[in-house]
């Protein structure tokens, strides 16, 4: 787990990552199903694709809709800006040319297995807790290191429950 940054001007970042027993393929299987991650998250609450044929790929989008007790509930619409299958999957949220936030996952051979990386980048567009950050300027390092965390633990938990789907061979 690493989180550097400590302005939101700086597009912090997290990151968790887990060696998994079981090929690209099968992590893939999991990381680019955008239907499954509300089970796995503890924020997200739907998701779905709103591309014209309604199937992944560059350029594809979907809506998301999360819930946070501080934050409320909320959708945003992300745009696929990487898409490298069974490597590399990556969303910015709301302006992909000025994302309140980019999301990545990466899939990496290693040893008989997969290395997975989830990331979070933070900025540089607004997001809800720019309206935090505008109320209380003198805490901004406070309210990025708070949400920085936030991501980090439910990043190491999101992760770890696609290791033991893709260990099992479950969906």
């Known amino acids: 787990m690493e989180w550097t940054g400590a302005r939101y ?3 912090p ?3 968790a990552e887990i060696w998994i027993d079981a090929t690209p393929e099968a992590v893939w299987a999991l990381v680019s199903d955008i239907t499954l991650m ?3 998250s503890t924020e997200l609450q739907a998701a779905h694709w709103v591309s014209p044929d309604d199937s992944p790929g560059l ?3 979907f809506v998301g809709t999360s819930k946070h007790d501080a934050l409320g509930e909320w959708s945003t619409t992300s745009h696929v800006v ?5 490597r590399v999957f990556a ?3 709301s302006d992909p040319e000025t994302p ?3 999301w990545r996952f990466t899939l990496e051979d290693s040893e008989g297995g997969t290395l997975l990386r989830q990331w979070v980048r933070m900025g540089p567009g607004r997001s809800g807790l720019s309206i ?3 109320a209380m300027p003198d805490k901004e390092q406070k309210i990025v290191f708070v949400r920085m965390r936030e991501f980090e633990n439910a990043m190491r938990g999101v992760v770890a429950e696609i290791k033991r789907r893709a260990e099992a061979g479950a969906r």
């Open 9 to 11: 001007a700086d597009g």
């Open 13 to 15: 970042t997290a990151q």
């Open 38 to 40: 509300p089970e796995l």
């Open 59 to 61: 350029g594809s989008t």
């Open 82 to 86: 990487e898409w490298d299958p069974p």
């Open 91 to 93: 969303w910015a949220v």
């Open 100 to 102: 309140s936030a980019t």
């Open 132 to 134: 935090a950050i505008e």
